[in-house]
């Protein structure tokens, strides 16, 4: 197979599908796919992430009834998708499993619900603690043997943890998908805050270097930080870097969105924002981001970061 660009952005297809409940998508629920599919493309979105626990399975079924609906869109769009998070169900706690056969299961059954026979690319969910290593690697490396999956990764992970896997593995990892923004800053603030008291951040300091170092491409969930700084503020900080925000985008002839889409982007680690929001117009919002280069300047980057964070730098 051949090996695929990294994406620029990439759309969440968490939203997609109905309600988390098992129950099967209706005809507005595909409709309201549709149109969010739509939007993405338009915006120059060809990466579509998912995982097999997205609305119960109903994300990639939904999904996949597009891609039947719309012969040639296959050809069109990179599908990626993630396994390893068991949800609670009938008394049992939720959990993560790496096990292969599991694993092997759940890529299975997510292809049959997306309508496909291959992953372009496998996300496996959460570090499973008591993963057999050596084992799931040799399952992935048998799923992209027999064309089940393309390319593998990790989500959620550090860098010790990447390590890891990759040590027994004989197909490169191609990304990590952590939660980063401009709200959730600790890949910035991990490395800036050593060797002082607010040190700990809760993000691993040096995924990123490792990333970079190996490869491995950054995918950032939660990227738009939930629309708190294009519409849902919480704090007097939220209130400040919106109003930044909105004259940066003024300045620029562009979006709110885009802006925060490119303060990700501006990173050296060449960040791919995932952009999960189901709303077309909010979707359409961030066409910039995707297909401009980011726009800010240094100083203008470093504003958003110490007014999001309400408090200066050490």
């Not at 709200?183 to 890949?187: K, L």
């Not at 040190?199 to 691993?204: A, D, V």
């Given at each position: 197979?051949?090996?695929?660009?990294?994406?620029?952005?990439?759309?969440?297809?968490?939203?997609?599908?109905?309600?988390?409940?098992?129950?099967?998508?209706?005809?507005?629920?595909l409709?309201?796919?549709?149109?969010?599919?739509?939007?993405?493309?338009?915006?120059?979105?060809?990466?579509?992430?998912?995982?097999?626990?997205?609305?119960?399975?109903?994300?990639?079924?939904?999904?996949?009834?597009?891609?039947?609906?719309?012969?040639?869109?296959?050809?069109?769009?990179?599908?990626?998708?993630?396994?390893?998070?068991?949800?609670?169900?009938?008394?049992?706690?939720?959990?993560?499993?790496?096990?292969?056969?599991?694993?092997?299961?759940?890529?299975?059954?997510?292809?049959?619900?997306?309508?496909?026979?291959?992953?372009?690319?496998?996300?496996l969910?959460?570090?499973?603690?008591?993963?057999?290593?050596?084992?799931?690697?040799?399952?992935?490396?048998?799923?992209?043997?027999?064309?089940?999956?393309?390319?593998?990764?990790?989500?959620?992970?550090?860098?010790?943890?990447?390590?890891?896997?990759?040590?027994?593995?004989?197909?490169?990892?191609?990304?990590?998908?952590?939660?980063?923004?401009l709200?959730?800053?600790?890949?910035v603030?991990?490395?800036?805050?050593?060797?002082?008291?607010e040190?700990?951040?809760?993000?691993?300091h040096?995924?990123?270097?490792?990333?970079?170092?190996?490869?491995?491409?950054?995918?950032?969930?939660g990227?738009?930080?939930?629309?708190?700084?294009?519409?849902?503020?919480?704090?007097?900080?939220?209130?400040?870097?919106?109003?930044?925000?909105?004259?940066?985008?003024?300045?620029?002839?562009?979006?709110?969105?885009?802006?925060?889409?490119?303060?990700?982007?501006?990173?050296?680690?060449?960040?791919?924002?995932?952009?999960?929001?189901t709303?077309?117009?909010?979707?359409?919002?961030?066409?910039?981001?995707?297909?401009?280069?980011?726009?800010?300047?240094?100083?203008?980057?470093?504003?958003?970061?110490?007014?999001?964070?309400?408090?200066?730098?050490?």
């Open positions: 197979m051949t090996a695929l660009p990294p994406p620029t952005a990439l759309y969440g297809c968490m939203g997609l599908g109905g309600s988390w409940d098992d129950a099967a998508f209706d005809d507005a629920d409709a309201r796919a549709e149109a969010a599919v739509e939007a993405a493309l338009d915006a120059g979105i060809t990466w579509f992430d998912h995982a097999d626990i997205y609305t119960a399975g109903g994300a990639e079924a939904v999904f996949g009834a597009l891609l039947d609906r719309h012969r040639g869109l296959r050809e069109r769009v990179v599908l990626q998708s993630k396994c390893g998070i068991t949800l609670p169900r009938d008394g049992a706690v939720g959990h993560y499993d790496w096990r292969p056969a599991h694993v092997r299961e759940r890529v299975e059954r997510s292809l049959e619900r997306l309508r496909t026979d291959r992953l372009d690319v496998l996300l969910h959460r570090p499973d603690p008591l993963a057999d290593l050596a084992g799931v690697a040799a399952t992935l490396e048998e799923l992209h043997r027999e064309g089940l999956v393309g390319a593998v990764g990790l989500s959620n992970a550090s860098h010790h943890q990447l390590a890891a896997l990759q040590a027994h593995l004989a197909l490169p990892l191609v990304a990590d998908q952590l939660e980063m923004s709200h959730h800053r600790g890949f603030e991990a490395g800036v805050l050593v060797n002082t008291a040190g700990s951040t809760g993000f691993p040096g995924t990123l270097e490792h990333c970079a170092a190996h490869g491995v491409g950054l995918q950032a969930w990227a738009l930080a939930q629309g708190r700084y294009t519409g849902r503020a919480e704090t007097a900080a939220d209130v400040a870097t919106t109003e930044l925000v909105a004259r940066t985008a003024a300045e620029r002839g562009t979006t709110p969105e885009t802006v925060v889409l490119w303060w990700l982007r501006r990173h050296p680690a060449r960040i791919a924002p995932v952009v999960g929001t709303d077309p117009g909010r979707i359409a919002a961030c066409r910039d981001a995707v297909l401009r280069e980011p726009e800010l300047t240094q100083e203008e980057w470093y504003a958003l970061w110490v007014t999001a964070r309400g408090a200066p730098l050490p």
